[in-house]
């Protein structure tokens, strides 16, 4: 095992030293002072405050923050706004997400919603066609695919509430990373490549991300959004108004309805973040806070925590045979609740008490063999007592008070719907693909749904994201997060394990091979570098395994007597943890 992780260490290395070489013309000084900080070798520690996001210029943006005296909110507001500009893959203004906030003078936490809701005009068969099948590029790449954004509402509300310095103040950095323009990373570059034939359909976001003769941006560029930047100023002026009112408001309807979607300016007038109470558990001692519904992913890390707290895990070994084994069936049974009992509290019953108690996860581990695998067509959504995208992106902030923030938002798939409203420089998201377009017919993740996640009007579409807090005796301990879609609940399962039960230091921790399972399809999704010996005894148990991509970007803050320590997911390389 330690030559495994040696390997794996040493790829990783290697990829990201390759990575951060940039072509012609080089890079402004403080820009590429900023990115040559990217390391994956040792955890980064500080005394007195650290931020650890997926783009190293959005980072320094939020150590800047906190340097001047603003709280861990008031640096996660002037992230969130900055990767909008630099990681437009997945950073955003037209999409949304979940924010947890820890008030260390109050000892509380905050369960903050900004997500998507579907428009007034959303109707349950909006996808299907006349004999009832799934049109999938409706809910994907079309003017229905979009939900009314959240974002701004949800970073305005967090501001307003437990922030101290002034939305000017915050959205200045983004303001002119848009208007003057950035360095393009080789990260930005490919993902832009990548993208081309999506984003090249609409003329809109063409003309943005793309050079006049239809080229792409090369890294060490300077990449200018001037609409982008108008619009983040109208925030700035007006707060909320300027995103949900006025101008940016009729250009976004405008856009969807000629797209053939249904957002409307009265949609944005009447959208609400909200605030809720944290999904919380306890696990070996330690406190557990996630997000609640309509994220999935509170919900069954503490389910599947539960689960796992039955078995000597440290003693088995990290990632052996045995462990995996029963991760993968903690995983199987959670991932089969999601599918029938979870969706938007405010339109379904959610028994979330029923789904965290204890006592339930005793009777689905009586299920559990730990010698042979499940198969999933056996498994149903358990019995209850009566009484959820692979470009998200996450990132973690601590603060000298212990203030903390672990903030997940997305538009879904990357760079959303690929529609870009015309004139504002904004990206829409295609949120609406999460809800269940068919009750049982897996979405672009393969995640099945059912009548709880169902299409109505005004509702809020089913999610994995799962910004997520351990506390040790009252106190933030860990920080974590993971965009990866339907992978974020069981990637971020994994960073919580492997610091607590296998005493790993967080870039241990991030650095890790990781596995997936969510109950359909049934196999095991497991990355390079996993021990083949290890693979041969888990085939033996009758699970299939796939040999697939890196999945995650965790971003993740612990701290502890000697102070604050970051890590970045090494695999992004734009990632970059830092504080002062």
């Known amino acids: 095992m330690p030559l495994i992780k040696s390997v794996f260490f040493i790829f990783f290395a290697s990829f990201l030293l390759a990575s951060i070489s940039y072509a012609t013309p080089p890079p402004e000084p403080k820009q590429q002072a900023i990115y040559s900080q990217m390391s994956i070798h040792h955890p980064v520690w500080a005394e007195h405050g650290m931020v650890s996001t997926q783009e190293a210029l959005a980072t320094q943006i939020g150590v800047d923050i906190l340097k001047q005296g603003g709280n861990a909110v008031d640096a996660a507001v002037a992230v969130g706004y900055a990767l909008a500009v630099t990681l437009p893959r997945a950073g955003n203004l037209g999409g949304g997400g979940f924010m947890l906030v820890y008030l260390a003078k109050e000892q509380r936490a905050i369960a903050i919603d900004y997500r998507e809701k579907a428009p007034a005009k959303a109707t349950r ?286 538009l879904n798939f990357s760079y959303g719907s690929g529609l870009v409203a015309q004139g504002t420089g904004i990206l829409l998201n295609n949120e609406m693909d999460d809800f269940s377009a068919k009750p049982g017919e897996p979405n672009g993740y393969g995640l099945i749904g059912g009548e709880a996640n169902s299409i109505e009007a005004n509702k809020r579409p089913l999610s994995s994201m799962s910004p997520t807090m351990i506390l040790k005796n009252n106190r933030p301990y860990l920080i974590t997060g993971t965009p990866g879609g339907s992978r974020i609940i069981s990637t971020t399962l994994q960073i919580i394990l492997n610091v607590l039960d296998y005493k790993m230091n967080i870039a241990e921790a991030s650095a890790a091979v990781r596995i997936h399972h969510q109950w359909l399809p049934d196999y095991i999704r497991v990355e390079k570098g996993l021990n083949k010996d290890t693979i041969k005894l888990l085939k033996e148990k009758g699970h299939k395994v796939k040999v697939q991509s890196v999945m995650g970007s965790t971003q993740t803050i612990m701290k502890n007597d000697k102070g604050l320590y970051g890590a970045s997911d090494p695999r992004k390389p734009s990632a970059l943890s830092k504080g002062y």
């Open 125 to 410: 068969d909006m996808y299907l066609d006349k004999n009832g099948h799934v049109q999938k590029q409706l809910s994907r790449s079309h003017g229905l695919a979009v939900g009314t954004p959240g974002t701004v509402m949800g970073l305005e509300l967090a501001r307003k509430r437990y922030g101290s310095l002034s939305r000017n103040v915050l959205l200045a950095p983004a303001i002119k990373l848009a208007a003057s323009g950035f360095i393009v990373s080789p990260d930005l570059a490919n993902s832009l490549n990548r993208a081309k034939p999506r984003l090249s359909q609409w003329p809109s976001s063409k003309k943005i991300f793309y050079k006049e003769d239809g080229s792409s941006y090369q890294a060490g560029e300077l990449f200018i959004q001037k609409d982008l930047s108008r619009s983040l100023k109208r925030i700035a002026e007006q707060g909320s108004d300027g995103f949900y009112q006025g101008l940016t408001a009729s250009q976004i309807e405008k856009s969807v309805k000629q797209a053939g979607g249904f957002v409307s300016q009265k949609d944005l007038k009447n959208y609400q973040a909200i605030e809720r109470l944290p999904i919380q558990g306890n696990y070996r001692g330690y406190q557990v806070i996630s997000m609640p519904p309509p994220s999935s992913g509170g919900v069954h890390i503490v389910q599947m925590l539960n689960m796992l707290e039955k078995y000597p895990l440290a003693k088995m070994g990290h990632n052996s045979a045995e462990s995996i084994h029963l991760m993968v069936e903690s995983m199987r049974r959670a991932y089969a609740d999601r599918s029938l009992y979870l969706g938007d509290s405010d339109f379904v019953n959610v028994p979330v008490m029923a789904l965290t108690d204890k006592k339930y996860a005793q009777y689905l581990i009586k299920g559990i063999d730990p010698n042979k695998a499940s198969l999933s067509k056996n498994i149903s959504p358990g019995k209850l007592q009566p009484y959820e995208s692979n470009e998200t992106t996450h990132f973690s902030i601590m603060d000298k008070w212990g203030n903390a923030v672990s903030n997940t938002y997305t």
